[in-house]
């Protein structure tokens, strides 16, 4: 029986009358004076704390099916061993009294069964605090941190019970861990039996299991569950399965010692035939036609079989009806031998009936409003119910960040109807971080973060719920002070328009050895989606920048004439198409941003400019988890009246660009000083190639060619800077952005002045 079907029983109710016995019924819709807890043994929990769990309170109506919820709410808080409610009247109306048995609080927590992880040690990892109730849940956690950490360190077979000791003193108990710690088992190799059509390589590539290797102590490879063994061997014959072994088989994995609690996994596999698809069929439809869902079809006759594809066909099959309101749809593959390695495949589905949809219900928020989860979800009441849409709704709630978990899920309503539920479980969106960085460009530079993600602008003190995004940063190194603020509304005035503002404050000097830019100011911005992965963006932006060039600057020097301040006010568009899988470690897709720019004194500023620029990647995921990509750009800036100052001008070098040359030192030069001042013309590409060495870490090879031309709508190829580099990828545990080590060599270089050798270059390795 499950929990709740055990406790439901709890529920008692006693009433006193003078003239005669009363009855839940003659209690039902009256008010309530007044809701008592009376404690059976000693009070351990706050008293507070119950009635938060509680929606029964005193002036709302008598409801027993709100008491019956109430039993389940106590319970599921882990703060109750046991309640049941009572009710006596009080003249019209009626008081309620809850009699709860609290759990035991937490003395201590020992353990049975350890000898290769102290007691103290085992009582920091399961996270357990003294004074604490001893909730189910907690107990549970605490038990698979226990098991976890023994599964760390090579332990895979390792179980972990518990038992509750008195202590002597009323309402307090001890927790005892029971251990029992299995063999340690670290894996040294891998090995398949009976395989001939796919390398030992290719299939341990199938397994979350790894061999254990020189980085185990950060990779963790080598150890493992022991149900992920389970796992890895259904990903092995699905493998098989996938590329047309339909029959593919396994008599299990063995585990053979080696010594120093090491052992070899030997996986033995009955590979079979490879099978074709005579045919694809469709069992009795009313709904749809057959005809209308062959066009859609990965799996088609005369195909080698794979289980992949038909799962995919399934699920696209599912989707075709959920889409259009059939929720209940259910599809079934009916596998026949149809000859010699053969097979045919015939899909029954199971139609159902149309839905709409009826009331959508919220729950799990605390802190986010409704409003603000309520927008991401396409359904709306008598829409045709939609199944896709609900998966739609689960990936933009977890795409805000907000939450932990997400579900939407589909529940009978009204007839015809079905509801659609949420339920979310949040999680902390707010972050501050401090701290040191490195970058090749300015040396050691400090830090400090101030971000929260589901900010409320009109919330005081709070300042949460609202699903605004909010950020501050300054950072300050040797080369740099910069300072920002920035708010972004992304649903203004209730529509999918982001508005956003920034204030901003920025002072360089790694630009150039002759001079030192500094750029204060605000923007504001409007951005409008156009589909699902595409969108407009409208920016204006004023800010006054400030040229200080150095003293010691020769007098007939370029940046001599530069110096000064300039007041920039321009306005620009951009479109943006992204299809990309990720924008941290992108895998496939590509994205494009195309946009121009128009500052001038139309706007009231005196820069006056014209830009145009088009920037693109483009990736690749191949054989081994290989990537490769392209990324380029065109970008063009011309002057309205006078020339473009060199904080317009456009530069190539350092990383990112042509990483075999210095930062910003391609492009035409100044003849007084030698250095670069920029082009209005620029072009490039880099192919790069990366591959998996381990989890975090990925090795890159890549070319990188381009140019920077004086003149404004050049794209002449005459002067190109070229280079060839190799590279490291690591992701590390402080930080989600992958840091990229690169080194490159120039190889066609038309100004001598550039080409100074290899160039090491080390940056944060992301395409936002």
Known sequence: MGRWGRHAACLSLAFVSLSGPLHAQDFEGKNISDVAIRFRGPKTVDEALLRNSMATKAGTEYRAERLDNDIKSLYESGLVDDVRFLAEPVGNSVRVIAEVTTRPQLGGVGFVGNGIFSDQKLAKESKLKAGGSLSDEEILEARRNLEKYYQGYGYPDVTVTHRTQATGQEGVSDLIFVIDEGSKNEVRKIRFEGNSVFSDNELRKEMKVKEKGWFSWLTKSGRFESNQLDDDLDKILDYYRSKGYLR????????????????????????????????????????????????????????????????????MIRSYYGSRGYADATVNADIRDAGPNQVNIKYFITEGSRYRVGRVNIEGNTKTKDKVIRREIPLKPGDWFNSVELETTKSRLENLQYFGDVQATGSPGGSGYRDVNVLVEEKATGSVGVGVGFSSIDSIVGFLTLEQANFDLFNPWNFTGGGQRFAMNLRLGSERTDFSVSLVEPWFMDQQLALGGELFYRQSTYFSDYYEQTNAGAAISLRKPIGNKSSLKLEYRLEQVGIDVESDTPDDSYFKTQDGDFVRSAVSLNYVYDSRDSTIQPRSGHKFDIGATVAGSVFGGDVDIFGLSAQGQKYWNLKWDTIFSINGELAFVDSIDDEVPVFERVFLGGGRTLRGFEFRDVGPRDAATEEVFGGQSLGFVSFEYTIPIIETVRAAVFYDTGFVNGGAWDISPSDIYSDVGVGIRLKLPISPLPLALDYAIPVSSPDEEADKGGQFNFYLNYQY
């Not at 396994?250 to 045919?279: A, F, N």
């Not at 069929?281 to 859609?296: C, D, I, Q």
Request: net charge negative; charged share 30%.
């Open 248 to 315: 593919a088989s396994s008599t299990g994995i063995r585990r053979e010692p080696v010594k120093d609690g090491r052992v070899d996994l030997v996986i033995p596999i009955s590979e079979g035939e490879k099978y074709t698809v005579s045919g694809v069929s469709f069992g009795p439809m009313t709904v749809f036609k057959a005809e209308e869902l062959y066009p859609a079809l990965t799996l088609n006759g005369n195909d080698a079989y794979s289980s992949k594809k038909m799962r995919d066909d399934i699920t």
